[in-house]
């Protein structure tokens, strides 16, 4: 009863994320739910793309590829997604407070601070700090960090654009 839903709205309101639809009116979530089917769409049609092409690329050419690679590609592609997502919502507004706020306050720290990872990984890559025997794996930490921190820049501008169309319209609504 009652108490299993106060546990449940403590939950979510606790564990929000870009998905979640705490605290969206009915309009919001409906349209939070077509812009996450459009995305989700997206990245199924891009996940098989993919997969199809990793494939022709495995059996035209000679060598084996890494498969660091591919899941970096697909690691990317989720990435992508789930930033146009973020985008999208953000744009529509329907991005509910609580991630909005985490987004516009702790994204840019992460995102500087993977940006600083990718940047050492990358000099050890380099030779320029130690000298790594290890290049491939500081190229794919650097690399992987990067997408990691351009990540978290796009949930920080989502989280400010969020937040600016939410208060334009409750300006509107007054």
């Known amino acids: 009863g009652r108490v299993t839903d106060m546990k449940e709205t403590k939950k979510e309101r606790n564990y929000v994320t870009v998905f979640s639809d705490y605290g969206l009116d009915e309009r919001q979530r409906s349209k939070s739910e077509n812009i996450g089917f459009r995305c989700f769409r997206e990245l199924y049609i891009t996940s098989l793309t993919m997969t199809v092409v990793w494939y022709v690329i495995s059996c035209v050419v000679d060598t084996t590829i890494p498969i660091v690679i591919v899941a970096g590609s697909y690691f990317a592609a989720a990435i992508v997604c789930y930033c146009i997502y973020a ?10 407070g609580i991630t909005a706020f985490s987004f516009s306050t702790g994204s840019l720290a992460k995102a500087i601070l993977t940006a600083l990872f990718a940047i050492v990984f990358g000099l050890g890559a380099g030779h320029l700090i130690s000298a790594s025997d290890k290049m491939t794996d500081c190229i794919v930490l650097a690399v992987l960090c990067a997408m990691i921190s351009a990540e978290n820049f796009v949930l920080y501008f989502c989280g400010l654009k969020n937040n600016k169309v939410l208060d334009e319209q409750n300006k509107e609504g007054e």
């Open 87 to 96: 985008l999208r919502a953000a744009k529509a507004g329907v991005i509910n």
